[in-house]
């Protein structure tokens, strides 16, 4: 098998402001992989968060190479990866989700099958995704929040986090308004303490807020299981629930997990914590990154699994490098084409070249 890696510049329509920063642009490196004429992609989006530059992907993306020249195909490969014998131990699962991308979109086309039917669904799976409108003032939050809706959009989350959580509730108030009959979300990044966010989220389900993503500063998980017990809403684990032992850590204990490909080293380790947590009380949501279609469609072939969908990544962009998974209408679904059913679309301004690994 050929492998070859591209880093690209993602810019976003404009900058995406959550409560510990605020972000224009991102990198992303896309994976490769060849075999027999046929090709499987991957994509892999920097992150401050979670300790990944560009040249630290590139670099983890040639020794996945490396490992992958062990295999004499891509099935081999995949059924490695699943039990834990791909990549090597320590490679960040954002890595790993990117080369199980890759296999499962070069598998799926050498079998002439999209990727959830290789999970064993047989429909296309279609779901309503969230549309995240950032840190903004009230006024122009309920402008956004009004074109999203006439653009069919039925799902809002809203970011939040500010330095004066009345802000928060006035942005609320204003999206609600403009968004009536709409589904909200809310979303801290783990900006409040534990009295604060007691102080407001029976403000906020008066106020018809659905759900609320990590109140509360990562580190302590049985803190944000006690917010979760005596919530009037459902509170989401999200940069509390990494993997598998976080998930194990909450399941029954908070409303709900956010699951990102990126985060818990993708789709095998993603149906691992929905099985774990099935029966417990504990819902699915699916969330991601910002990134191309690319790095949005392997979770679109799960969104049938998730009660909260929330993969919106590609729609914050100036340009989509890539496309096949919708989403403008409110709305993604996953392709029935083989693979990942995503395609380039025509060239718009020069890109880096890539290496050939």
């Not at 998980?221 to 998930?247: K, T, W, Y």
Request: charged share 25%; hydrophobic share 45%.
């Amino acid at each position: 098998m050929k492998v070859s890696q591209r880093t690209v510049r993602l810019q976003l329509t404009e900058p995406l402001r959550i409560s510990r920063s605020t972000m224009a642009a991102r990198d992303a490196v896309w994976l490769s992989i060849e075999h027999q004429g046929r090709n499987g992609h991957g994509e892999v989006v920097a992150s401050l968060y979670y300790g990944l530059d560009a040249g630290t992907i590139a670099r983890l993306l040639n020794e996945v190479a490396l490992d992958l020249a062990r295999f004499g195909d891509p099935e081999t490969a995949l059924a490695a990866l699943r039990t834990g014998g791909l990549p090597a131990d320590g490679t960040p699962p954002a890595v790993t989700a990117a080369l199980e991308s890759a296999l499962l979109d070069l598998v799926g086309k050498r079998a002439d099958l999209p990727v959830h039917q290789l999970l064993g669904t047989s429909a296309a799976p279609f779901a309503a995704t969230a549309r995240t409108i950032g840190i903004t003032s009230p006024r122009r939050a309920e402008a956004q929040a009004a074109r999203l809706v006439r653009d069919g959009f039925s799902v809002l989350k809203l970011k939040a986090g500010t330095a004066d959580p009345e802000d928060d509730l006035k942005r609320v108030r204003a999206v609600r308004a403009a968004a009536p009959h709409a589904r909200l979300l809310l979303d801290p990044n783990g900006a409040w303490t534990v009295s604060t966010t007691e102080r407001l989220l029976p403000r906020l389900a008066e106020l018809g807020i659905e759900a609320v993503e990590q109140p509360i500063a990562p580190g302590d998980p049985e803190a944000l299981a006690n917010l979760a017990e005596r919530s009037p809403l459902p509170v989401i684990a999200d940069e509390d629930a990494v993997g598998h032992e976080d998930a194990r850590r909450l399941a029954g204990r908070v409303q709900g997990i956010n699951v990102k490909l990126a985060k818990c080293g993708g789709i095998t380790a993603a149906l691992r914590i929905a099985e774990l947590i099935a029966g417990t009380g504990t819902e699915l949501m699916l969330g991601c990154l910002t990134a191309s279609t690319l790095g949005i469609a392997p979770a679109v072939h799960l969104a049938d699994r998730a009660r909260w969908v929330d993969l919106d990544g590609h729609l914050l962009l100036a340009h989509d490098p890539w496309t096949g998974t919708g989403g403008t209408d409110g709305s993604v679904r996953a392709s029935r084409s083989p693979g990942l059913g995503v395609r380039r679309r025509t060239a718009e301004g020069a890109a880096p070249e890539g290496q050939q690994s």
